[in-house]
């Protein structure tokens, strides 16, 4: 049997599907009962016959950081995904999230040592690489990490659970890493992920950036989690990135999908350094919550991109072109909303 982390996110979701609809065995760890709703509807996308295939689902209630629940999840489990994880880029989450993905991760290593898991599947994210100063170098998966750099609370906790994963392969686990891009997919429009992303363009943005970043489409991860847990490839990592596309750029054609007015004007790095400057300030005189940091503004106009080479010569996926994972996930924002 299955067993799948995070199956009420975005990359969990899709994965539950996918292998279900393979006749898979799958049990899915959750957290809050009414999350599982998120699950049954993302079935509803691709076919009639989505209360069935969600029926198939074993489901039971724990917590990563709960380790007589984890116990019982991993009962009669041969093979684990691990897609649980928590996003955000405020600085003063950094004690959650480094309990969410570092502690959380090291329980589930932990686990699998213990049960004797075949092989895991851990989902971290391109924030987890390091960096290069020359935007026209392209980063890999070997490009060093850098602990001194400014590095947002977020890549450093993925980082950190990344870690934990390569000590397992040091105590025998058999595992493989995914770095996605940004993950384009339906159904969560809410909270730090892609989806929000297009819930804001959709309400208005008067402001683009010129950054550029790696994004890719949720059934391509998906798929190459899948072909990398059936292979013979074990303890190695895997950059997953469809294209490069700007903030701006990909802005304008969200927009254009949704047929909404794209953002008219440029956010300048200054401009972006007051921002940051008067989000924290905001924060700490009226205790609210952060939505801007100085690392979320670094990124905005920074030019990042990402070697592939190595994950297009072990697989044999086409990766979707962003403009179809773009239209296609508007579409689905679209019924949703009405």
């Known amino acids: 049997m299955i067993l799948i982390t995070g199956g009420t996110g975005l990359v969990g979701s899709h994965l539950l599907y996918k292998l279900v609809s393979n006749g898979e065995n799958v049990r899915a760890i959750y957290r809050r009962e009414k ?23 074993e489901w039971i209630e724990a917590d990563i950081n709960n380790i007589p629940q984890l116990n019982d999840a991993f009962k009669g489990i041969t093979s684990v995904y691990h897609c649980a994880a928590f996003v955000s880029f405020e600085p003063n989450k950094y004690n959650s999230l480094r309990k969410i993905n570092i502690e959380g991760t090291a329980n589930i290593v932990n686990l699998c040592i213990s049960h004797s898991i075949k092989k895991l599947c851990y989902v971290s994210s391109i924030a987890a690489l390091g960096s290069h100063e020359n935007s026209k170098k392209l980063i890999t998966e070997q490009t060093d990490w850098n602990p001194e750099a400014d590095n947002s609370v977020y890549a450093i906790t993925k980082y950190g659970a990344e870690l934990e994963v390569w000590r397992g392969t040091q105590e025998g686990l058999d595992a493989v890493i995914v770095n996605p891009g940004i993950i384009l997919g339906p159904g969560y429009w809410h909270g730090g992920g892609s989806g929000g992303i297009f819930k804001r363009i959709y309400k208005g943005m008067s402001y683009y950036t010129k950054g550029v970043t790696g994004y890719v489409d949720v059934w391509d991860v998906v798929k190459l989690m899948i072909q990398l847990m059936e292979s013979n490839i074990s303890n190695e ?30 956010a300048k790095p200054w401009m972006l350094a007051v921002a940051w400057r008067l989000d924290w300030l905001q924060h700490k005189i009226f205790g609210i919550r952060r939505a801007f940091s100085k690392q979320n503004a670094e990124s905005a106009v920074t030019i990042t991109k990402y070697d592939t080479t190595k994950v297009k010569n072990i697989s044999k996926i086409k990766l979707t072109p962003i403009e179809e994972s773009i239209v296609r ?10």
């Not at 509807?41 to 689902?57: A, G, K, M, P, Q």
């Open 237 to 266: 990592k895997f950059i997953v990135v469809a294209e490069h596309l700007s903030f701006k750029d990909f802005q304008y054609k969200v927009a254009n999908a949704l047929n909404v007015k794209p953002p008219k004007k440029e």
């Open 329 to 338: 996930t508007c579409q689905h924002f679209l019924k949703d909303i009405n």
């Open 35 to 57: 999350t599982i709703k998120r699950v049954a509807h993302v079935f509803s996308y691709y076919t009639d016959n989505s209360e069935t295939l969600f029926e198939r689902i």
